[in-house]
């Protein structure tokens, strides 16, 4: 068995009849486990670093893929070559992934529109703002949502959004990275997967190694698209995915933590508010775009 920390599917490593390991995946959603088999099919035509899938049972509620090893990223980040090749590999999956894709085949949903952005947004507000028993203004707090969701969906959408593209979805096998856990990818904005992966709560990166990896990233994003690419807009805007994302995240530490009772997520809630505070620090621009979210994430300082 391999132990999962946030998901219900379970894992085993086999060996196989020629007596190489292999990994057993069970699912609970035959949905879920069809994206997953097309987009791992997908990549792997493409030569994206993704395990290949070798085998789908007849009901797609099993499958196994290639073993990729044990050893994650996040048990790596002192390792500025692995990041820059990881955040660089990023942008090609983002650009090149997104090309002849059947956006159909995500789940729960093809792109990340109004709604979904919503359902983010409430994940916070109903698991974890709730569980904290701080007293909010619920129609203050949707006027900073609207005008979030109306920053987020003016930005160029037509790449694929991995979704949960942090440093444990990441492994390393013979110095390189490869991606797992992408099922849950949808068109969108390539900010939000950095935001993910440099923000992520444990993973504590250094305001300069944050700096240095978005050059390295952008700098490889130039390459995949067209002339008229704006570096400024796009960091401009990132800001305003970090917000969303760590929004996300608290409402996933929440319910994983609070309700679910497990230590892991509650471990990280404090790391999540620091990034929250130091992010409301560095970017006047956000408490006065979103005012209510600022004045709550003062008030949250008590759990830090």
Sequence with gaps: MIQQQGSNRVYTRETDETGKTIIRVVGTNRDENRAFIYMSRHFSQLGLPVPKVLWV????????QEDLGDTLLFSCLD???LLKRAIRALAHMQIEGARDFDWSMCFPIPAMDERSIRWDLNYFKYCFLKGTKIEFSEPKLEDDFDRMVSVLLAQPSDSFLYR?????????????PYFIDFQGGRRGPTQYDV??????????????????????YLDELEQLLPEGFSRSDWKAALPHFVLFRTLQVLGAYGYRGYFE????????????????SELFAAHGEL?????YIYAISNDLLFLL
């Design 57 to 64: 049972s007849e009901d797609e509620m099993s499958y196994t």
């Design 79 to 81: 390792n500025y070559t």
């Design 164 to 176: 949960d593209f942090q440093s444990r979805n990441v492994m390393v096998k013979d110095g390189q």
């Design 195 to 216: 935001a993910s992966f440099l923000w992520q709560a444990k993973a504590n990166f250094a305001p300069a190694l944050r700096e240095e990896l978005i050059g390295e």
């Design 261 to 276: 009772r497990k230590p892991h997520f509650l471990e990280s809630i404090p790391m999540a508010l620091k990034n929250l």
């Design 287 to 291: 408490q006065t775009q979103y005012p």
